[in-house]
């Protein structure tokens, strides 16, 4: 890519400037090459031409595009150079507030001079476990990263921390110590991290002063290191040091201190301990007061010396030694006080005696007072000849003062880090360590000396192990991903090194002229001038003789040689170190003895092989200076040694960086800053990235950002990889720019930039376009409006214009309408005047003529009615006289007809009579009946015929009878007493028929009288009984209601007047009770392995097993009524013991079962008979005898049948139980096994047997079902035939006919045609309902035609694309109904395989149940059980809700019900069923008032649970099992107190089962502990398994794909960095997780609020968890991840309302995190936005939304990075609010929980026991 591609129109650029460094400037013209300038402008417009030198050719740098500008990484940076690196750290640093930066594999760390809320304990624990390349970068993050690979490759880590003074190395390495004892807590001793973290202000305290750029440096060098055991946890530390600057503690320069220790003991030195000391204030001593100022401003000296006693007690030093160190420090002030008088013209000096410091001096070290003030001004002189002593000049005499006084503080500094190292040892075998070294950075200043010197050279040692670390890195990076590998070219300082520390080098040159007797600093200058005067690192100044320049790979730096020497040979005289080493006091002897030194050292090494105690320099042999080693040559030789451990071990790189020289926080000083990164080796990592491929994108990543540059057709292929290789190939020409690795793209410098640009372009050209056409539609869509408008207002001119018109037209039109009508009014009028006089006219005339005709009329018709009325009356009269003869003849002639009839039928019934006797119980009798019914039918019919004709004759008679009386009483009148005879009888034979008529009539009312009697009676019962229900039901619901208002008022006013109180005391008594669980739970810790000592193994007794006793019946429990019917069966059962009889239960339930369904359909035929009874009581009281005697016969022959199959029954039972005696018996006389297989294959052959037998009586019973059924409706049949032909029966003969037969019959065809209509309206109606449904269906299937034809008529008038549209909803709509009618056929085949699932489980653990059991019981234990078992089961009827056990049962019941029982035993059952036996077996030990027993049991139970919960501290499912039952076993004995104010909801069946005898308050009080312990460990589980899938699930999952877009980030994710494996998850494996437990809880019977409490706990901590996640990465605050969170919250949100937890609070608790995503995707501009986020952000603290708002990322360059303007407009719309100073939320808050009472509704007594649990020695009483 040639440059005229790249510095073209608006490129930014970066140009030299004298002041700034570095400045930003934009190119506005196009490149060219042969340009001699570039044409730029300046960021203040000023326009500026860069020249360019033809030959060189050096263009400026260019800049990084903005996205990329504050990455967390500057190795991810398109182009690394300088003014890059220097803008990042400065945005990052100014506008964000973000002090940590990465570099590759460093951390840059800028000290921001104040105080940050990002070291807390949350912050510690969110960055525990996280990737590095996850988190923004932090100390932490790094830390984290040593531990990790600690743990996972098993190999020792190192932390270098370096940096200038004042850059923060000191806290930087404090915080990484700190992050060690947290995550690493010690294994062995509980206080050992607290004495890691002590021996820091032990060590500033001696090691740290104040200088010119800080308040706190240190002033010695020091690798520490934290030793672990396997399980990574801190068992011991060890620290080294290197090169303290003695001279400061006789020199300080101006505006510094001394050590911190000296200021710190004299402002204590008022305490009354420290009067002995004579120690006034710091300004009274010499050397403290040297620098002018004594305090430093913030810092309390007299506070911290406090805090520094208190480290030392921690450290283990006595408070005999402690004084010791005061007292040396205190005389150390002392001794540079002294007076020194001079002599004898300056020759000889003398202190006088009476000095006040020398004699503080001398009594607070214990020495000689004489001695020490003669040695302190003479020497002694040893030559071969003789020895003498020589007096000292003055400036003689200070220096072996200032050098006493350095070596007694260099002495007192080695003890002290000896008894620190002493105090941090164990003798636990270390694993592994980790190294902090904080060491001192380059340094440079107008005067550099030999500290100087010796500082350079180590950091030219680190720079070269750096920079090789370095390069090592970038290759294994290349090789993995099979990249070719080629030579950089990097900095090698090995040259340098020689120079300083190779044979004749500068270090060498200055040992070999120590050793001259009268070596001076300028020979020594000079041998380097003559040696090194070649050497390309070695340089002499031009103006000075006695200072040389070494050219290091920061800086030059030039050294003055002046106390090279002096301070390498650290002369301190002999004379003075023996008066020390006779001092009274034995730690100041002990000081400066060197073999109980060498010797303690070795003990030391003995003893401890892995941690070595070893000092920086070893001790000072002799005072001899000929024979002692130099100062160079020590810390040359402690400088390899700490090499040899980095190179052991893999480093991490920490630098620190100074912002600024006044101590300003939050000020960025370039100048400063570009020095020290060229000084730290940052740039050189920089240039060793660049000069390779910096940017590396994965194949995915590459994919998803720059698709926009693939053409359609490249879109198809499936092969990621090849397309962004094609992608690559088009796009940038030259194959060396990029390459491609197995799992990465590799770029040179600036290819993503390019990339970056043409993205850019490719948007940009994309905006236009958008831009084109939205403007073209704006424009279009105004000129639609315009010309609507036009035509609007047309329309509106032209209307009015029309309506104009047509008001003329219509004004016109009603004119002549009005001629019109008035014309013709006036016309109207005049005719009809006219015709109005023409019809009175004929109307008078036509009355005159009609009224004529009308009177004509009249006259004539009034004749006509007289005639018609006369003729009438004759013809009437004549008809009587005729009609009275014919009656009398009639009347005669059919009374002797009926006379004759009468006999007939009297005959023929008796005849009929004795028939029926003889043939009673002929089988034939209803065929015979029918065909004597047809044949009196016809017979009926013949008789019906021949009556009509005798009638027909009868009345003609009766006419010629009549014409005879009359031709007789006109002939004879003597006759007449015979008419009248014949009179009387035929009125008496009217009479009889009227009188037969009215009995019938009569009997008629009374039947339907009684009927409808009856029927009311039946309906009056109904109404009562449904009335009597009603008002039952009523009584309860009131009863209830009442109870429960009165309960809920009480519990409100209890609840409004506790609730304060309750919170507060349940806060502090929850952290009790974790305090007491964690102190018992070691006591229990200690107490098992007493128990375990002392413990010797026991005969444990071998409960019978009954499982099959429940798997074969499919019956968990069996009820005492399931049992009633075997209650004559058990006590044989009982005598043989229930082991002998658990083997046949199973049969016996099976046998039990078949008889039941038996029973059951005994019973159901019982009701059918009766209610065929019922029926037929009704019907019989009109029924002859016979019919009653039939009826009778056949329900006497059904009874019969019914007890016959009732006495089979009983049979099958006594031969069961035969059996079943036989067999137990034959189980106590052999215990075999092959017996007991030979008894049960008897018995599975036996059960075959009753089994077949059980069929056939099945079958009898249904077919005599079937029979009854045929019996009742041949009866009702039978009924009515014999009715009929009994009334039927006169027609036989027509000869002798009865009136009392003929009103027979006459009743009998009434009774035929009743049936016939009851039949005929049974039919119709069915008929009429067979309709009904027809038409019911007709109308829906037409209604269902009418929406089709609406549908059709409304698809029809659609376009095409509507019809298909509307099919396809129509089609999805069906199909949808059916997939959920089959969905629901589904769910039914899911139960039934479930069902037979749980079937085969049952048959497989009834196998297993069977193998058991062949296991041998020892005799002894069975008939004691027998016994037992035999007494509990007589009392089984009235079970009273009690158990009992034997006091040396008690551990088998715990064992059994608590130690090694599984949820899933019991999960079939009644919830929380252990505790409900519990408390029936305390309430038994209650009932017989033993307080040891229900002592033992209570105790027994809860150390039971401990252990549970021990054993099983991470498992929900039985933390949660056991906390379900210990709240339920709390609720019982609260429930059954007898405390009134529990029993509000008892029944009076509960009120019986109340404890009578102990008060357990004292018991409750200890399970309410429990409880919350339990709670609490189950919160921790829940916690454990949550907090890994949070950040993945919540923050980083895309559950809206494609929204989030990758931005060219770059953290190089390194594989150390990377766990093994997916880690990722989703939110859905979230909410899986969350149903498994809300199912857990609630299967088990968890109370209802304490699982919304513990829902409420999680959800807060997700939202904590979370938010700090997100309050600490950068990467994810941009828009799209603020709605990808708040999309995964609208789901958790959803759960709760799906689980019914809105009352819980736990959707509260995600506020937080709700608002941080709505202000991830608010605007952030104006001030109206700031106004509208503070009203908003109501949750979330000050500190959080600023640290959000400087998170806040764009993801690509369309979005706007939030302005420091608004962030600080934001703050000062917050300034009011007092929220608290922490950033991040405490995810392991607890709330206080609350536990509520629930009462149970189920009773003692309706609890039954499985026989899964083994509790057979359980008794019920």
Aim: aromatic residues 8%; hydrophobic residues 35%.
């Amino acid at each position: 890519m040639s440059a005229s591609e790249l510095y073209t129109k608006y490129t930014r650029v970066w140009i030299p400037d004298p002041d700034e460094v570095w400045r930003s400037a934009e190119v506005i013209k196009d490149y060219k090459v042969g340009d001699k300038s570039l044409h730029l402008k300046l960021e203040d417009e000023t326009l500026y031409e860069y020249p360019i030198d033809p030959q060189g050719n050096e263009l400026p740098f260019l800049r990084n595009p903005d996205i990329l500008v504050g990455e967390n990484d500057l190795t991810a940076l398109s182009y690394l150079h300088e003014p890059a690196v220097l803008h990042n750290l400065k945005v990052r640093f100014i506008e964000s507030n973000h002090i940590y930066t990465y570099c590759g594999i460093v951390l840059v760390a800028i000290n921001p001079y104040e105080q940050l809320p990002i070291y807390g304990q949350d912050v510690i624990y969110a960055y525990s476990g996280q990737n590095m390349g996850d988190m923004d970068p932090h100390i932490f993050a790094v830390a984290e990263e040593a531990y990790k690979q600690m743990a996972r490759d098993e190999k020792n880590q190192s932390i270098i921390v370096s940096g200038e003074s004042g850059a923060g190395k000191t806290v930087s390495a404090k915080y990484a110590m700190r992050f060690f004892a947290t995550v690493g807590g010690s294994a062995s001793e509980p206080n050992i991290e607290t004495k890691v973290l002590s021996s820091i202000p032990v060590m500033e305290a001696i090691g740290n002063a104040k200088t010119t750029r800080n308040d706190n440096s240190s002033r010695f060098g020091k690798y520490i290191q934290i030793g672990f055991d396997k399980g990574y946890r801190i068992i011991g530390a060890n620290m080294r040091t290197y090169l303290l600057e003695k001279s400061r503690v006789v020199f300080q320069a101006e505006d510094e201190r001394n050590y911190h220790i000296f200021y710190q003991l004299c402002a204590s030195a008022s305490l009354p301990e420290f009067k002995d000391l004579g120690l006034t204030c710091a300004e009274d001593y010499f050397y403290t007061s040297q620098g002018g100022d004594t305090s430093i401003d913030g810092v309390d000296d007299a506070d911290d010396f406090e805090k520094t006693r208190h480290a030392f007690t921690l450290l283990g030093v006595k408070e005999s030694h402690q004084m010791t160190i005061f007292r040396i420090i205190a005389a150390i002030l002392h001794l540079g006080n002294l007076e020194i008088r001079v002599e004898r013209d300056g020759d000889a000096c003398s202190i006088l005696s009476e000095d006040n410091h020398l004699n503080s001096f001398c009594s607070l070290l214990g020495v000689e007072h004489s001695q020490m003030e003669h040695w302190l001004c003479h020497r002694k002189l040893v030559t071969r000849a003789e020895t003498y002593v020589k007096s000292m000049s003055l400036q003689q005499v200070v220096n072996a003062r200032n050098a006493l006084a350095k070596h007694i503080y260099a002495r007192l500094f080695r003890w002290i880090m000896q008894h620190i190292n002493k105090s941090l040892h164990t003798t636990i075998k270390q694993h592994s360590f980790i190294g902090v070294l904080d060491i001192y950075g380059f340094e440079t200043f107008e005067v550099n000396s030999f500290e100087q010197f010796c500082i350079n050279y180590a950091n030219e040692k680190l720079q070269q192990q750096f920079n090789l670390h370095v390069f090592k890195l970038e290759q294994e990076e290349y090789m993995k991903e099979g990249i070719p590998w080629t030579l950089i070219d990097f900095y090698d300082n090995q040259p340098c090194i020689d120079l300083i520390e190779a044979k004749l080098g500068i270090l060498d040159l200055l040992d070999e002229e120590c050793k001259v007797p009268k070596g001076t600093d300028q020979n020594w200058a000079q041998k380097l001038y003559d040696r090194h005067a070649n050497s390309q690192h070695f340089q002499k100044p031009r103006m000075s003789n006695t200072s040389f320049i070494v050219l290091h790979f920061a800086d030059k730096v030039e050294y003055q040689s002046e106390g090279f020497l002096e301070k390498n040979r650290d002369t301190v005289y002999e004379e003075q170190i023996n008066i020390l080493k006779a001092s009274k006091y034995q730690m100041v002897a002990d000081l400066f003895q060197d073999e109980k030194d060498a010797a303690s050292t070795t003990s030391v090494r003995k003893e401890i092989p892995k941690v070595s105690v070893r000092s920086a320099r070893p001790a000072i042999k002799a005072a001899n200076k000929e024979h002692k080693k130099t100062v160079g040559h020590q810390f040359r030789n402690s400088l390899h040694l700490l090499m040899e451990t980095l190179n052991a071990t893999t480093p991490h790189y920490v630098r620190c960086i100074k912002p600024n020289d006044e101590k300003l926080s939050f000020k960025f000083d370039s100048k400063r800053v570009v020095q020290q990164l060229r000084a730290c080796g940052v740039l050189e990592t920089i240039r060793i990235s660049a000069a390779g491929f910096p940017s590396r994108w994965s194949y995915h990543d590459f994919f998803n950002r720059y698709r926009v540059l693939m053409k359609k057709r490249d879109l198809c292929n499936s092969d990621k990889k090849q397309i962004c290789q094609t992608l690559l190939e088009d796009l940038i020409k030259d194959p060396d720019k990029f390459h491609f690795g197995r799992t990465k793209i590799f770029f040179r410098a600036g290819q993503v930039a390019y990339l970056e640009k043409l993205r850019a372009d490719k948007f940009r050209a994309a905006t236009i376009m958008i831009q084109k056409t939205v403007r073209g539609w704006l424009q279009r869509v105004r000129y639609k409006k315009l010309r609507q408008a036009t035509v609007i207002i047309q329309c509106y001119v032209r209307g009015h214009l029309a309506r104009r018109l047509a008001e003329h037209l219509r004004r016109t039109r009603a004119a002549i309408i009005f001629q019109k009508q008035y014309r013709m009014l006036r016309t109207l009028q005049a005719y009809q005047r006219v015709r109005s006089a023409a019809i009175t006219i004929q109307a008078f005339a036509r009355g005159m003529i009609v009224r004529r005709i009308y009177h004509k009329i009249l006259v004539e018709h009034k004749a006509i009615t007289l005639q018609k009325y006369t003729r009438g009356w004759l013809a009437r009269t004549r008809f009587r006289r005729v009609r009275a003869a014919t009656i009398v003849l009639q009347c005669y002639y059919r009374r002797m007809k009926a006379r004759q009839q009468l006999k007939a039928l009297k005959i023929e019934a008796r005849s009929a009579e004795h028939l029926k006797k003889l043939n009673v119980g002929m089988e034939n009798k209803v065929v015979q009946l029918q065909r004597k019914i047809d044949e009196q039918n016809k017979e009926y019919k013949l008789l019906h015929e021949q009556l009509s004709t005798l009638t027909s004759a009868h009345s003609s008679e009766v006419e010629k009878l009549k014409k005879e009386l009359l031709r007789y009483q006109q002939s004879h009148q003597g006759d007449g007493n015979q008419l009248v005879s014949l009179q009387e009888e035929m009125e008496h034979l009217r009479l009889e028929l009227e009188k037969t008529h009215s009995e019938r009539k009569v009997m008629e009312d009374s039947y339907f009288k009684e009927k409808d009697l009856l029927r009311k009676h039946i309906f009056d019962l109904e109404e009562e009984n449904t009335f009597l229900k009603q008002e039952k039901e009523e009584l309860n619901s009131r009863i209830l209601c009442q109870s429960e208002d009165e309960f809920a008022r009480i519990a409100v006013e209890e609840n409004i007047q506790m609730k304060k109180e309750l919170e507060e005391e349940r806060a502090r008594y929850q952290n009790l009770v974790k305090e007491y669980s964690r102190l018992e739970q070691r006591y229990d810790n200690l107490r098992d392995e007493i128990t375990i000592m002392k413990q010797a193994p026991g005969h444990r007794r071998n409960p019978s097993n009954q499982s099959s006793l429940e798997s074969d019946s499919n019956y968990p429990s069996i009820s005492a009524s399931e049992i009633g019917d075997t209650e004559d069966i058990m006590p044989q059962v009982e005598e043989v013991g229930m082991e002998e009889a658990a083997m046949d239960m199973t049969l016996f339930l099976k046998l039990q079962k078949r008889v039941r369904e038996l029973e059951q359909e005994r019973k159901k035929l019982q009701t059918q008979l009766k209610k065929k009874e019922e029926e037929s009581k009704k019907p019989q009281v009109t029924e002859v005898k016979t019919e009653v005697t039939s009826e009778h016969e056949d329900f006497a022959y059904n009874s019969l049948k019914r007890q016959e199959l009732e006495s089979e029954n009983k049979k099958l039972k006594n031969e069961l139980n035969e059996l079943r005696k036989a067999i137990a018996d034959k189980a106590t006389q052999n215990n075999s096994s092959n017996d007991i297989q030979d008894s049960y294959n008897l018995l599975l052959n036996q059960l075959k047997l009753a089994n077949e037998e059980l069929e056939v009586r099945k079958e009898e019973v249904l077919i005599l079902r079937t029979q009854i059924m045929k019996a009742a409706q041949q009866k009702e049949i039978g009924k009515n035939v014999e009715s009929i032909a009994s009334d039927t029966r006169w027609p036989n003969s027509d000869k002798h006919i009865d009136q009392e037969d003929a009103i027979e019959a006459y009743q009998g065809m009434c009774k035929t045609n009743q049936l016939l209509e009851a039949q005929l309206q049974d039919q119709r109606r069915e008929h009429e309902e067979e309709v009904e449904d027809l038409k019911n269906q007709m109308d829906a299937m037409k209604e269902e035609m009418e929406k089709q034809q609406e549908s059709f008529l409304q698809t029809l008038q659609l376009s095409p694309e509507v019809q298909v549209e509307f099919g396809l909803q129509r089609e999805i709509t069906r199909l949808t109904n059916e997939n959920l009618d089959l969905k629901e056929l589904l769910e039914k085949l899911e139960k039934n395989e479930k069902k037979l699932k749980k079937e085969l489980k049952v048959y497989i653990k009834k196998v297993q149940d069977f193998q058991a059991f062949q296991t041998v019981v020892p005799a002894e234990r069975r008939q004691r059980e027998c016994h037992m078992q035999v007494a509990v089961q007589r009392k089984e009827k009235n079970f009273q809700g009690m158990l009992e056990y034997y006091k040396e049962d008690e551990p088998l019941l715990i064992q059994n019900l608590i130690t090694d029982l599984k949820p899933q035993a019991v999960s079939a059952t009644v919830p929380c069923l252990p505790a409900y036996i519990l408390y029936m077996c305390i309430r038994h030990a209650d009932y017989i008032n033993d307080d040891q027993k229900v002592h033992s049991l209570l105790t027994s139970t809860i150390n039971g649970i401990k252990r549970v919960l021990k054993k099983h501290s991470n498992d929900f499912e039985m933390t949660s099992f056991w906390l379900a039952n210990t709240r339920r076993l709390l609720h019982c004995l609260k429930q059954y107190s007898g405390d009134a104010g529990f029993m509000t909801q008892n029944t009076p069946k509960q009120n019986e089962h109340c404890l009578k005898n102990f008060d357990l308050t004292e018991y409750r009080q200890v399970l309410d502990h429990l409880s919350i312990q339990i709670y609490q460990q189950l919160i921790k589980i829940a916690e454990g398994t949550f907090h890994h899938m949070i950040v993945s699930a919540v923050l980083e999952n895309e559950s809206i794909q494609g929204l989030s877009g990758v931005k060219p980030m770059g953290y190089r994710n390194r594989s150390s960095s990377m766990a093994e494996g997916d880690s990722s998850y989703s939110l859905d494996e979230i909410i899986r997780q969350l149903n498994a437990f809300h199912t857990i809880m609630c299967d088990q019977g968890m109370d209802p609020e304490i699982v919304q409490q513990v829902f409420k706990q999680l959800f807060y901590m997700i939202n904590a968890v979370a938010l700090n996640n997100l309050l600490l990465r950068k990467d994810v605050c941009s828009w799209s991840t603020g709605m990808q969170l708040r999309f995964n919250i609208s789901q958790l949100e959803e759960w709760i309302r799906a689980k019914n937890l809105q009352e819980s609070g736990a959707a509260q608790t995600l506020e937080p995190l709700i608002q941080a995503a709505q202000l991830l995707q608010l605007k952030k501009k104006t001030s109206e936005d700031a106004e509208a986020i503070c009203s908003l952000c109501t949750s979330l603290t000050t500190q959080q939304i600023v640290k959000i708002l400087n998170l806040y990322t764009p993801v690509n360059e369309f979005e706007e990075r939030v302005t420091v303007a608004f962030i600080r407009d934001i703050q000062m719309h917050l300034q009011e609010r007092n929220d608290p100073p922490q950033l991040l939320l405490d995810f392991k808050h607890m709330f206080p929980v609350l536990f509520p009472f629930n009462p149970s509704s189920i009773t003692m007594d309706s609890i039954d026991l499985p026989a899964s649990l083994n509790l057979e020695f359980l008794n019920k009483v």
